[in-house]
């Protein structure tokens, strides 16, 4: 599975960036869950968002409910490609990090904040700055 993550950059506080990753080179059973999760210095980890393969089940970590939004398009039918988005609102000082898409072969569900995730790519950076 590759995964290549791309849409960070800066941007002032409430201020938004869509975050797109290109999933590809899987079958339809490698995973069921796609999602990111961020790594900012000094902290730890945190899975902030995930949706199934389906598109039919998503979550979302306290942190980032009501302002970030997850979503997925297949490139074709059969899974082999996926295009998966986070589009980030009124971003926050708190915010910044690392941005990494992953996948993982256990179903999209709140534990997403917590899981060793089976595959990620390279990360995206986002700054929030005035």
């Known amino acids: 599975v590759q995964l290549q993550a791309s849409g960070g950059g800066l941007v002032q506080p409430g201020g938004s960036l869509r975050l797109s990753c290109e999933v590809s080179?899987?079958?339809?059973?490698?995973?069921?869950?796609i999602g990111w999760f961020r790594q900012a210095p000094g902290k730890e980890r945190e899975g902030i968002s995930c949706?199934?393969?389906?598109?039919?089940?998503?979550?979302?970590?306290?942190?980032v409910k009501g302002r970030f939004t997850i979503s997925k398009d297949n490139a074709n039918k059969d899974n082999a490609q996926n295009t998966v988005y986070l589009q980030m609102n009124v971003l926050k000082p708190e915010d910044p990090a690392v941005y990494y898409c992953a996948t993982d072969i256990y179903h999209c569900d709140k534990t997403w904040k917590y899981r060793d995730y089976g595959d990620w790519g390279q990360g995206t950076q986002v700054t929030v700055s005035s």
């Open positions: 080179g899987f079958t339809g059973y490698d995973f069921y869950a």
């Open positions: 949706i199934s393969l389906s598109g039919t089940r998503t979550y979302y970590s306290d942190s």
